[in-house]
């Protein structure tokens, strides 16, 4: 299916992700090399929607795991469903067994993302969303490094658990920390930055084709314009793209400066930013007009 960057794109594409040439390239020689792609950049960008497109693309399953501070061996690989455990052995000692039966197999194990992706019961590779992996902390990364590079898990009273077919992985990162170079050097790394204009237009198209060309570029060229101003959080893709929908409900024609103020919340998301944008909205409004 991906057997050129240029046949990458238009899969992406057909799946309604715009991609530019680098990214296009990097996720071709991911698959290809069976390596992971390690994607950065600041949020609202289209990181995660990487991963949702290769599943749809290969029709496959997506497991993904949500990474934050605290996130340990338990809740992101398995753990032993103790409560079932208990149960068994209850039940054992109520029937006047002497002995009770191993509670340590696969039959009371919880199994969390990571050892699902590796699980060898799927009948074709999975892709696994590792997301937002600077929100953890730096002892998980160690952890990754040996599964990233061989794909396994050793479970101490069951033995090591190897993928049958490696799970194509994607690994996201708002760079809020930076990420350890050992993990990196083992990943295919891409930038994704704010898209071009002509880019971010297309993907309006895509995904909210009820707005009329004109008003498209409106927006489109407002946020930008957004961009450029001394905020907290600049508005990404995603922001875009919720703001544009909310346009169609409001069954806006033109931007205006009134109906910008009533929705800057779509755009942006701490009351600073917000007091800070009001009084440039009906300038901002003119140059995009």
């Known amino acids: 299916m991906f057997d050129s960057i240029e046949t990458t794109r238009e899969e992406l594409a057909r799946h309604s992700y715009i991609a530019d040439p680098g990214l296009a390239t990097s996720l071709f020689l991911a698959l290809k090399m069976e390596r992971p792609l390690f994607l950065e950049g600041e949020p609202g960008v289209g990181k995660t929607e990487v ?19 605290g996130l340990d ?40 993302p990571l050892l699902q992706a590796i699980d060898d019961a799927h009948e074709r590779a999975p892709v696994l969303l590792i997301d937002e992996l600077d929100r953890a902390d730096e002892e998980f990364e160690s952890f990754l490094l040996e599964l990233l590079s061989d794909f396994q898990v050793t479970i101490p009273e069951i033995g090591t658990i190897r993928a ?59 946020v930008q314009a957004v ?8 508005p990404g893709v995603s922001e875009t793209l919720d ?30 930013d917000v007091d800070r944008l009001r009084p440039r909205c009906e300038e901002l409004v003119a140059e995009v007009s």
Do not use: M
Request: hydrophobic content about 40%.
């Open 164 to 222: 049958r077919h490696k799970p194509l992985t994607v690994i996201t990162s708002n760079r809020t920390r930076e990420v350890h170079d050992a993990l990196k050097r083992r990943c295919i790394y891409h930038w994704i930055d704010y898209p071009s204009l002509e880019k971010e237009i297309e993907i309006v198209r895509r995904k909210v084709p009820e707005l009329t060309e004109q008003l498209s570029r409106q927006v489109v060229a407002f």
């Open 73 to 112: 061996l338990s809740q992101a690989v398995y753990e032993w469903n103790y409560p079932r455990q208990l149960l068994e052995i209850q039940a054992h000692r109520g029937a006047g067994d002497a002995e009770v039966s191993d509670i340590f197999t696969e039959d009371f194990l919880l199994r969390r």
């Open 51 to 69: 991963a949702k497109v290769l599943s749809r693309a290969f029709e496959t399953a997506l497991i993904r795991l949500q990474c934050y501070e």
């Open 243 to 272: 703001w544009a929908e909310a346009l169609t409900h409001l069954n806006t024609a033109r931007l205006a400066p009134e109906i910008v103020e009533s929705t800057l919340g779509f755009l942006l998301k701490y009351q600073d």
């Open 227 to 234: 961009r450029d101003e001394d905020l907290y959080k600049l």
